[in-house]
């Protein structure tokens, strides 16, 4: 869960770049409380030293976002119906997991919090009321509790709103994050959750 702290492979952060962001740490701190990432992304990131409240602020919230969006898509492996959502809630997970991971890594080397650990539960659904898309614990319960296409409806209607949530926050990174790399992952969830949300209405429409 998000204020997880135990030991996490370093392969999707280099010595180098966790040495450039630790660079940063003292840098613009004012006011501070959907595949992996490329390779190429990672290793080239020598100039991504400086970060503001911004990227540190989207890394924190997307970190709980991704989390939900795989738990959903784990129920989709043994409740889905339709073969297109089993791939679909796949694709999303092996997506999802490596961004969780590089960005938990991320915050490690900016020395900042997760929200839960640093005295925020965002552990529930109830508890993302200022977190766009978040599914809240009673939708949480329901898609437990469905299967076959009435879950693959709940699924996807959840799923789509979880999408447009995460495109908020990515869009508000893009204009006003400053690190290069957080910057790059916010493209990437514009880019892939745009063509997920495409491909879930158009699922949706034909059950």
Not at 29 to 58: E, L, W, Y
Not at 106 to 124: C, E, F, I, R, V
Request: charged fraction near 15%; charge should be negative; hydrophobic fraction near 45%.
């Amino acid at each position: 869960m998000p204020g997880s702290r135990r030991h996490r492979p370093a392969a999707l952060l280099t010595a180098a770049v966790a040495a450039a962001l630790l660079g940063g740490c003292g840098t613009d701190h004012a006011g501070m409380g959907h595949g992996a990432m490329p390779d190429a992304a990672i290793a080239g990131s020598a100039s991504a030293a400086a970060f503001n409240a911004t990227d540190v602020m989207f890394v924190q919230m997307m970190i709980p976002h991704h989390q939900q969006a795989v738990q959903l898509s784990d129920l989709a492996a043994s409740r889905a119906n339709d073969a297109r959502v089993k791939q679909l809630a796949a694709q999303i997970k092996t997506e999802q997991q490596p961004e969780i991971d590089t960005m938990l890594d991320w915050l490690d080397a900016y020395k900042q919090p997760t929200l839960s650990s640093g005295g925020m539960d965002m552990g529930h659904g109830a508890d993302h009321g200022a977190m766009a898309g978040m599914a809240t614990d009673a939708q949480l319960k329901a898609l437990g509790q469905a299967s076959g296409t009435p879950f693959d409806r709940m699924f996807l209607t959840l799923m789509i709103a979880h999408h447009q949530g995460a495109l908020t926050m990515a869009d508000q990174e893009l204009v006003d994050g400053t690190n290069p790399l957080v910057r790059q992952l916010a493209q990437q969830v514009v880019n892939s959750q745009s063509t997920e949300i495409a491909t879930m209405r158009s699922i949706l429409d034909r059950l």
